[in-house]
T-cell receptor, first 110, second 115 residues
Framework: GQNIDQPTEMTATEGAIVQINCTYQ??????LFWYQQHAGEAPTFLSY????GLEEKGRFSSFLSRSKGYSYLLLKELQMKDSASYLC???????????FGQGTTLQVKP | GAGVSQSPRYKVTKRGQDVALRCDPI?????LYWYRQALGQGPEFLTY????????KSGLPNDRFSAERPEGSISTLTIQRTEQRDSAMYRC?????????????FGPGTRLTVT
């Protein structure tokens, strides 16, 4: 079966650091994706991990441990515009389709 | 450059009617995906095309749903005899690679409401 778990909601303060966790159990694995989705808009790509370790991209970093079925997205120096839903997704090994989690709604407060 | 476009952006239809949703991917993108997204949930995979070939339709809920991409570019998702439970946001995504998890670019979606 396919199962991807992430917290439903998180709140953080502007300027702080927040870590959004994601655990997965899927029948195939070909990469772990993070997408950002602002309310009423389309998901946009943030990061991609296929090997274990940390990938850094400006204020955003993503970590993957394949043996533990675990990933996290780290957002530094939070800004109000970072308030959005963050979607964890696993890439299928066969067709490249993405299996998404339910998303974590992050609210950044002043 | 132009991103993924979808039309119509909103569609209200009566139960039992057929609807056709259109996706225009980024030029040159060989892979095209259809997803359905309920409010407060992540997108749910429906089907995948590699050029004009439909290589995965495992996510289509039942035989009322079908999709095509006859010339390897524009795609149409058709829902026959719509039911209220079909109401959702239907999103299309495209990527430049084949099969492997290349970055997918999502369109703005079609909000379907079945009354």
């Amino acid at each position: 079966g396919q199962n991807i778990d992430q917290p439903t909601e998180m709140t953080a303060t502007e300027g702080a650091i927040v870590q959004i966790n994601c655990t997965y159990q899927t029948s195939g694995f070909n990469g772990l994706f993070w997408y950002q989705q602002h309310a009423g808009e389309a998901p946009t790509f943030l990061s991609y991990n296929v090997l274990d370790g940390l990938e850094e991209k400006g204020r955003f970093s993503s970590f993957l441990s394949r043996s533990k079925g675990y990933s996290y997205l780290l957002l530094k120096e939070l800004q109000m515009k970072d308030s959005a839903s963050y979607l964890c997704a696993v890439g299928s090994s066969n067709t490249g389709k993405l299996i998404f989690g339910q998303g974590t709604t992050l609210q950044v407060k002043p | 450059g132009a991103g993924v476009s979808q039309s119509p952006r909103y569609k209200v239809t009566k139960r039992g009617q057929d609807v056709a949703l259109r996706c225009d991917p980024i030029s040159g993108h060989v892979s095209l995906y259809w997803y359905r997204q309920a409010l407060g949930q992540g997108p749910e995979f429906l089907t995948y095309f590699n050029y004009e070939a439909q290589q995965d339709k495992s996510g289509l809920p039942n035989d009322r749903f079908s999709a095509e991409r006859p010339e390897g570019s524009i795609s149409t998702l058709t829902i026959q005899r719509t039911e209220q439970r079909d109401s959702a946001m239907y999103r299309c995504a495209s990527s430049s690679g084949q099969g492997l998890p290349y970055e997918q670019y999502f369109g703005p979606g079609t909000r379907l409401t079945v009354t």
